[in-house]
């Protein structure tokens, strides 16, 4: 099959020709429809997470397809079943996995960094609850579910417990995730929902999914938000971006018991004490989303689904939507399809 491969020494994919992986034992064989493009993924290419990464490796970590192969002991999925698959499979057994949390399961792998990934026809998933049904969505556009629409979902039911009707919530970066965070604020809570980015086109993107308000960070979009939340601030901010000015921003915008969640992989950091944040403000950090949320996801699209702008891309063009990505100019998911339609690919 064809795969795009990381290869030690470098921050381009290679595309390569490697054998089919053959299903044993609890393993699942998906058929990649769509991989999305992420910005964790330039994070890996650029080696940022080289204590993890095992290279050579097949990136691609957001990935939607039919089920094409079973192991004779995977059950509870049937073969040509449309799948969105999980971004973090957990041992199974340890504390974090038998509570309900295997994205944070410590021998755990992960598809496109230390597991190969999407960015090829086919990717091979340990076990059959790491995939989750469609039902009558497109694989296509479920691509987006497994990392933006999930870590979304989990970034809002973390600051659900923070907002009333009155209050108001900003969301710092509208690229993807920021988009499906809107749209589930908006969808299960009542709160305001306050949404700013460096890009028109993002800021523009925010106001159609569903933000109240939607901002251009143009330096001064701080003292902009205060004069819409006047001066009880914030009761929550996600931070998507997670730079020192964006964590900086999210500090002066949460107001006093509010609470600040970070999502974003830019490497920022917080000063930490009294002086520095409201009273009794809560700072969390969100890794992914859990297995339920990824289920719940899935139930709220199928409902009530966000059309995101995808720009696809054949698997040869896999660096040219990479380098799309880093140059900002994608407004809704970048997704590399493994298979061209040329092809016959019927999904
Ligand atoms: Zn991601
Ligand atoms: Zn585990």
Redesign the pocket.
Known sequence: MRAARLLPGTSLLTLADVPQPQPVDDQVLVRVVGAGVCHSDLHVLDGDFEHLVQRPVTPGHEIAGVVHALGPQAHGIDVGTPVVVMVGW?????L??TTGH?QL????REAGSTADGGFAEFVLVPHARHVVPLGSIAPLDATPFGCAALCAFAAVQRVLPWLSSSDCVTVIGAGGLGQYAIHYLRTLSDARVIAVDRRDTAVARALDVGAHHALLADGVEASAIASLTGPEGCRAVIDFVGSDHTLTLAATLAGTRGVIALLGLAGGTLAYGFESLAPEVTLTTVVAGTLADLHNVVRLEQRDPLAIPLTTYPLDHVNRALADLRAGVITGRAVVLPRSMERGDDS
């Open positions: 957990g041992c199974g057994v340890c974090w996995c295997e399961c410590r021998s755990g």
